[in-house]
């Protein structure tokens, strides 16, 4: 077995903790809201954790956004526009939280923003890294689902590279998306609020304990990346002519083997999967993403080997091998 050289990374004290990017994902919009009035739960020795709630308009109205997606918002080419153009509500807000908890790449911003989502797709408990070469979110989405045995938590892996980045979450130096399904959006349910909350809690004593010192050692993770997503069929209209087939409906995650059944016509025709390898579903009948041209996602399971992390000790620098 190859042995991997330790990572160092910066001790980590600032976070910020948000609910809201869509305006009816109600779990984390309970919990910002109740940590905006009463923080203690958040708070640990090492660290201040911020509450945000990110697009208040469209918590208001509870509706997923007002002119267009804020998660989708926070590519280079959106914060770069010129304020003055008459920009739509969720952009100019993209570029407001950027200044707020970043500026992306800069030094003075947020070292991880935990961003809370609801899907009322059934992928159980989610935690969504933008790429899986970050160490430090890796280790940290590896703690969590250690730490909440018998909660099964998925990590999925965008792979993202820097010039692609667009979500909330790629501001701070370390990112991570909380996704808890299955939920309808505009309404909140005790058990899904509770698994969030512990989801959080369970990331921010991880933070705590790095900037403690305690060494995570090298350890597998299995994660699902992001490969593509999966549109439906369309008619010569462009009009949606197939369903998600009712054999696949809520079997996120599960392998979907070439010559699965996925879609099923509306003359009752069942269309199977002709991908050439197994694939891992998710987000399966989301809501949101059928204006996205999305059925599902399609990932692929990999077993990857994290390197030991430890943080950088007082008086040194990052040099070779290390990261922030
Ligand atoms: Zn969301």
Redesign the pocket.
């Known amino acids: 077995m190859t042995s991997y050289r330790a990572l160092t990374f910066a001790p980590l004290s600032r976070v910020a903790l948000v609910g809201g990017?869509?305006g009816n994902?109600m779990s984390g919009i309970f919990l910002t809201r109740h940590w905006l009035k009463s923080p203690f739960e958040l708070q640990r020795s090492t660290l201040t954790v911020t509450p945000v709630l990110a697009n208040q308009p469209a918590v208001e109205r509870c509706v997923?956004y007002i002119d267009r997606d804020l998660?989708r918002c926070f590519t280079s080419e959106i914060l770069q526009l010129d304020s003055k153009d008459g920009l739509p509500l969720e952009v100019c807000r993209a570029k407001e939280l950027d200044r707020l908890l970043g500026p992306r790449g800069s030094e003075e911003g947020m070292h991880l923003i935990i961003d809370l989502?609801?899907?009322n797709a059934n992928t159980g408990n989610t935690l969504i890294i933008n790429n899986s070469t970050n160490h430090f979110c890796t280790h940290m989405a590896s703690y969590i689902q250690r730490t909440l045995e018998g909660y099964e938590c998925q990590v999925l892996a965008l792979e993202l590279k820097d010039s692609n980045l667009y979500d909330l979450s790629s501001v701070a130096r370390h990112d991570l998306g909380v996704?808890v399904g299955p939920q309808a959006h505009g309404v909140v349910r005790a058990e899904n609020m509770e698994r969030m909350r512990k989801i959080v809690q369970t990331a921010l004593d991880f933070v705590e304990m790095f900037n403690q010192g305690v060494e995570f050692p090298e350890c597998d993770l299995d994660i699902y990346r992001h490969v593509r997503n999966m549109d439906y069929p369309r008619d010569a209209d462009g009009e949606i002519c197939a369903v998600i087939h009712p054999e696949r409906q809520d079997r996120d995650w599960l392998p979907l083997h070439p010559g699965d059944p996925i879609f099923l016509t509306l003359e009752g025709q069942t269309i199977r999967f002709d991908g050439d390898r197994t694939v891992h579903p998710t987000f399966i009948n989301e809501s949101?993403y059928y204006e996205k041209k999305t059925a599902f996602s399609v990932t692929e399971r990999v077993r990857v080997r994290l390197p030991p992390i430890h943080r950088l000790r007082e008086g040194a620098t990052l040099g070779e091998g290390a990261s922030q």
């Open positions: 990017t869509h994902e997923r998660n989502h609801n899907t996704e949101a």
